[in-house]
C-alpha cells in the first residue's frame, strides 16, 4: 500500500495511540493559523513558572492587519516613523508588510501550584498569510515583548 491511503491510515493510526495533539500531523496537513499557533504557544511555554503543567483551551482571532508607518513605528519601539534610523527606513520601503496576531488562552500552574487560566497575544511582522506558517520564534512576540526581552527583564528583575 503506497501513496496517499497509506498516510491517511498511519496518521489515524496515531489517533488511538493517544496522538492528537497538532505535533503529529505534518506541516503541509495544517493550517497557516495553527502552524503560528504552535510558535506562539512554544514561545508561551518557556515563560511559565510550571511548563510542565501548562494546557493549551484555545487559541483564535488570527488576524493579518497591513502596516503602516506609525504601525512600524510602534514595533520598533518608537513614537514616530521619523524617529526611526535610516535602516530601520529603508527596512519599511521594502513593500507591504503586516502584524500577524492570534490570541492563545490557557492554564498552567502558577508558582503556587494553583492552576491558573491566561490570555497571551502573539505577535509577529510577515510579508503575507503564507509566511505566518513560517514564523521563527526570534521573531514571535508574546504579550509585546520577544524573547529575548522577556529574558533580559528577568534577569534584570534578579538583579533588583
Same mark, same amino acid.
Do not use: K
Given at each position: ?60 482571532? !488570527? ?9 512600524? +513605528?510602534?514595533? %520598533? @519601539? /518608537?513614537?514616530?516613523?521619523? &524617529? ?18 492570534? !490570541? ?9 501550584? +494553583?492552576?491558573? %487560566? @491566561? /490570555?497571551?497575544?502573539?505577535? &509577529? ?36
Amino acid at each position: 500500500m503506497r501513496g496517499p491511503t497509506a498516510l491517511v491510515l498511519a496518521l489515524a493510526g496515531l489517533v488511538p495511540a493517544g496522538a492528537t495533539h497538532a505535533d503529529f500531523i505534518p506541516d503541509f496537513f495544517q493550517s497557516t493559523e495553527e502552524l503560528f499557533c504552535q510558535v506562539c504557544e512554544a514561545q508561551m511555554v518557556e515563560r511559565l513558572r510550571s511548563p510542565s503543567s501548562y494546557e493549551r483551551l484555545e487559541c483564535e482571532h !488570527f488576524d493579518l492587519e497591513p502596516m503602516d508607518e506609525a504601525a512600524y +513605528a510602534t514595533w %520598533r @519601539g /518608537v513614537d514616530t516613523f521619523d &524617529a526611526l534610523d535610516e535602516m530601520d527606513r529603508r527596512i519599511f520601503s521594502y513593500g507591504t508588510s503586516y502584524i500577524a496576531s492570534i !490570541f492563545l488562552t490557557y492554564e498552567a500552574a502558577n508558582g503556587f501550584g +494553583a492552576q491558573i %487560566r @491566561g /490570555v497571551a497575544r502573539c505577535q &509577529a511582522r510577515v510579508w503575507d498569510e503564507s509566511d505566518a506558517g513560517d514564523v521563527g520564534p526570534y521573531a514571535m512576540r508574546v504579550n509585546g515583548e520577544t524573547n529575548i526581552d522577556w529574558m533580559m527583564g528577568r534577569v534584570l528583575d534578579s538583579l533588583e
